[in-house]
């Protein structure tokens, strides 16, 4: 088992598959995009299920496959298979901005994915054109419908409130959670990525206007989690609220993050990151990478300094390669 100095079991890996995306979302990248990383850079999908194996050997028992976005990597399917299949993985999910999932949704299903959290800012066709520089609405809906036929579980869509957000763009999210099987949870942008220190915008007011929905029901998802789900009589799916930012959820952290080009983050707001590429390059055995994992565990840090508006660090990087 992997349990950190602060009594913390780390038992989640999250697994960036590249730094290339086929959207350009303002919040996460310039329009020209960012340096990519050489594909020699890259973790090979081997390296990737040899390290998800020793983690898996040591006590991660939940992976979750994010990128940049993972759908636009060749062979992906075929990936999620091969992780799906080794022993101790219990829970298989996947974060993308669902514009390639209509047509994937089925075969990810059947390689093993069972939840995935698909990133959706508003269901504006203007508003999505000009958060993600493109006009790929119509398709990251189909990608959400395809998802709830194929039996993806659940199906989460992921909000970064952004300023400008409209009275009515939040009312669209209302309807979908009312219409459809799928839980909205309204996240705060982190200080993290382009123009970092720009554009926070607390989930407060969020908050109350689901608050005022009738007959709604809270429930905080542990003490000191930053997310809160609500219940509301007639919807078919469900609401939250995520705040990373004015709610740390440092104490209840499981996780650990391995880049697309082969770090161990030990924190997504951290400078430091261990070299795992090289481990996996060295020639060394599995028992090399295997303390490569206790040693992030023994430095993670206990918490990081966000405060909205505050002291804000500057982006340690991209968050396209470190993977949300
Ligand atoms: N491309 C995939 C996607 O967009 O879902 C996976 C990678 S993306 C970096 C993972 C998540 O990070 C997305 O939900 C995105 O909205 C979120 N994200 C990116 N930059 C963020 C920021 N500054 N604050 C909060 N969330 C952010
Ligand atoms: Fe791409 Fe995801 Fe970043 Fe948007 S948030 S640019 S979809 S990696």
Same mark, same amino acid.
């Given at each position: 088992m992997l349990r950190d100095p602060y009594g913390r079991l780390v038992d989640y890996l999250r697994v960036s598959?590249?730094?290339?995306?086929d959207l350009r979302c303002v919040y996460c990248m310039p329009p020209e995009g960012i340096p990519l990383k050489p594909v020699s850079e890259i973790l090979t999908y081997d390296e990737l299920i040899r390290t998800v194996r020793v983690a898996a050997s040591l006590g991660v028992r939940k992976v979750r496959v994010t990128g940049?976005?993972?759908?636009? $990597? #060749?062979g992906i399917v075929s990936f999620v298979r091969r992780v799906a299949g080794i022993?101790?993985?219990r829970d298989l999910g996947m974060t993308t901005?669902?514009?390639?999932?209509?047509?994937?949704a089925v075969p990810l299903r059947q390689a093993g994915l069972s939840r995935v959290n698909i990133s959706l800012d508003t269901i504006r066709r203007d508003r999505y054109a000009e958060i993600t $520089? #493109?006009?790929a609405l119509p398709k990251v809906i189909e990608g959400i419908e395809a998802a709830i036929r194929a039996g993806l579980s659940p199906v989460k869509i992921n909000v970064v409130l952004l300023h400008g957000l409209l009275r009515s763009e939040v009312d669209d999210f209302f309807t979908m959670a009312r219409e459809m099987p799928v839980k909205v949870r309204f996240i705060e942008r982190m200080p993290?990525?382009?123009?970092?220190?720009?554009?926070y915008v607390s989930a407060a007011g969020i908050r109350e206007r689901i608050l005022s929905l009738p007959g709604v029901r809270e429930e905080r998802?542990?003490?000191?989690?930053?997310a809160v789900t609500f219940e509301v009589p007639g919807f078919a799916g469900r609401l939250g609220i995520i705040s990373p930012v004015s709610w740390k959820f440092c104490s209840d952290c499981n996780r650990l993050r391995v880049t697309a080009d082969g770090r161990l983050r030990?924190?997504?707001?951290?400078r430091e990151t261990l070299d795992l590429r090289g481990v996996l390059r060295s020639?060394?055995?599995d028992d090399a990478v295997a303390d490569l994992f206790r040693e992030a565990v023994r430095t993670k840090p206990q918490g990081h300094d966000l405060c909205a508006g505050g002291d804000v660090p500057s982006p340690a990087e991209p968050m396209s390669r470190v993977g949300g």
């Amino acid at each position: 088992m992997l349990r950190d100095p602060y009594g913390r079991l780390v038992d989640y890996l999250r697994v960036s598959v590249t730094d290339r995306c086929d959207l350009r979302c303002v919040y996460c990248m310039p329009p020209e995009g960012i340096p990519l990383k050489p594909v020699s850079e890259i973790l090979t999908y081997d390296e990737l299920i040899r390290t998800v194996r020793v983690a898996a050997s040591l006590g991660v028992r939940k992976v979750r496959v994010t990128g940049g976005e993972p759908l636009v $990597r #060749r062979g992906i399917v075929s990936f999620v298979r091969r992780v799906a299949g080794i022993r101790g993985i219990r829970d298989l999910g996947m974060t993308t901005n669902g514009t390639a999932l209509s047509g994937m949704a089925v075969p990810l299903r059947q390689a093993g994915l069972s939840r995935v959290n698909i990133s959706l800012d508003t269901i504006r066709r203007d508003r999505y054109a000009e958060i993600t $520089r #493109r006009d790929a609405l119509p398709k990251v809906i189909e990608g959400i419908e395809a998802a709830i036929r194929a039996g993806l579980s659940p199906v989460k869509i992921n909000v970064v409130l952004l300023h400008g957000l409209l009275r009515s763009e939040v009312d669209d999210f209302f309807t979908m959670a009312r219409e459809m099987p799928v839980k909205v949870r309204f996240i705060e942008r982190m200080p993290i990525g382009c123009s970092p220190s720009e554009g926070y915008v607390s989930a407060a007011g969020i908050r109350e206007r689901i608050l005022s929905l009738p007959g709604v029901r809270e429930e905080r998802n542990g003490a000191s989690s930053a997310a809160v789900t609500f219940e509301v009589p007639g919807f078919a799916g469900r609401l939250g609220i995520i705040s990373p930012v004015s709610w740390k959820f440092c104490s209840d952290c499981n996780r650990l993050r391995v880049t697309a080009d082969g770090r161990l983050r030990t924190c997504l707001f951290g400078r430091e990151t261990l070299d795992l590429r090289g481990v996996l390059r060295s020639g060394r055995g599995d028992d090399a990478v295997a303390d490569l994992f206790r040693e992030a565990v023994r430095t993670k840090p206990q918490g990081h300094d966000l405060c909205a508006g505050g002291d804000v660090p500057s982006p340690a990087e991209p968050m396209s390669r470190v993977g949300g």
